[in-house]
């Protein structure tokens, strides 16, 4: 680990925490960050040359592998013809064309940079659309860094929230009611209090950023029909799970077969094929809003990339039916053999999922998570010995328990079989761990 160490070394000297961005200092679980330089189908390797197979996919992006083939001649294509054009390019349409194809309820699309800037804007235009002010999030679900969705709960179920960063206002943050996940109750609470304030309920398709949580059956068919009947919108927030999860993302897997459809939905990760690009879509008369044609302000410089669209055309063609079974099949392989391994050790646990994606949350059998507390309350001083067994034999995990792990359409038998053989000690230096 010689040149991980002196580069982290170096970054801390540059960068704060030497990242840039947070979880990636492997905060939660102690140790040096690994410095990648290399990724090709399931496999990352380091600046000291160790290779290990990858279960965190850059967060969801390469759902086909790293460093597909097919998407890198498109990118390579589209970087001859230069990096960025500052103006409308052909594949900007395809690639509107093949989300609207596998998700009908967006009639419109505005492409965007980041998750983050897309969740902003749907908050925005939102609020420009109904003329209200209030946004009901929950806790535990994560919608990006902008100030009025990094809000904690209040000191009731239906009072204002409060900042959940420093740098963050309380003025920013009182226009934000954040209510527990999974608690149909909260949110009647919130519409019989605030219902003709409240310009939208965002929500994370299913959410995966305090461990994947399964939404309890018809919580957001519920979430959908309580907007609807005060005036508000749905914010459906895909940007993890959108093209992941499924041919049509999470929705795909619920909404689209229970009869519901989100106002807004927002889009990341996948959709760029591994480059910074994202989107938020919708019902027409609420996406028409956006200028040029409606009010609600939104522009970026390098909105529509045309590298970013290229490798997110390219991603999103290659991602067929297939793919997706594949990845489930691989998911429910290695989730089930996770399970035995800690079973084994008589390691106390619940397997968290959501479609392919899936976490583990130890000390959790009896209840399973289904909110944030519940998350928070969970064993996890084991993950720490766990994470670092597993990469001590070759497997990369993500660097926290609250997140999702990652299977890819490139997990072929010879990756999953390091997998499988690294959880047995993996599973017992979690049962040999104890409380800090």
Known sequence: MTSSNELFERARKLMPGGVNSPVRAFGSVGGTPRFM?????????????????????????????????????????????????GASTPDETRLAELVMERVPGVERIRMVSTGTEATMTAVRLARGFTGRDLIVK????????????????????????????????????????????NDTAAVKAAFAKYGDRIAAVITEAAPANMGVVTPDEGFN????????????????????????????GYWGLTGA????????????????????????????????????????????????????????????????????????????ELSAALSAALDAEGVDHSIQRAGNLFSVAFGTSATGVHNYAQAQAQEAFRYRPFFHSMLDSGVYLPPSVFEAWFLSAAHDDEAMAKIHAALPAAARAAAAAQPE
């Open 138 to 181: 929950f806790s535990g679900c994560y919608h990006g860094h902008l100030d009025s969705l990094l809000a904690s709960a209040g000191s009731g179920l239906a009072t204002m929230a409060m900042p959940g960063s420093a740098g963050v206002t309380a003025a920013t943050t009182a226009e934000t009611l954040v209510l527990p996940y």
């Open 37 to 85: 330089v290399d990724a090709h189908g399931a496999y990352l390797t380091d600046a000291d040359g160790v290779r290990y197979v990858d279960l965190v996919c850059s967060w969801g992006p390469a759902l086909l592998g790293h460093s597909h083939p097919d998407v890198l001649a498109a990118v390579h294509a589209a970087v001859d013809h230069g990096l960025s054009f």
């Open 257 to 332: 077969n229970e009869g519901w459809t989100p106002d807004l939905f927002t889009f990341g990760k996948v959709i760029g094929g591994g480059l910074p690009a994202a989107a938020l879509g919708g019902r027409a008369e609420v996406m028409d809003y956006l200028a040029p044609i409606g009010p609600v302000y939104q522009a970026g410089t390098l909105s529509g990339n045309p590298v970013a669209m290229a490798a997110g055309v390219a991603t999103l063609t290659l991602a067929t039916p297939e793919v997706y079974a594949f990845i489930d099949r691989r998911s429910l």
């Open 221 to 248: 068919a519920f979430l959908s029909r309580t907007t609807a009947e005060h005036g508000a919108l749905l914010i459906l927030d895909e940007v993890l799970t959108g093209f992941r999860t499924g041919w049509a």
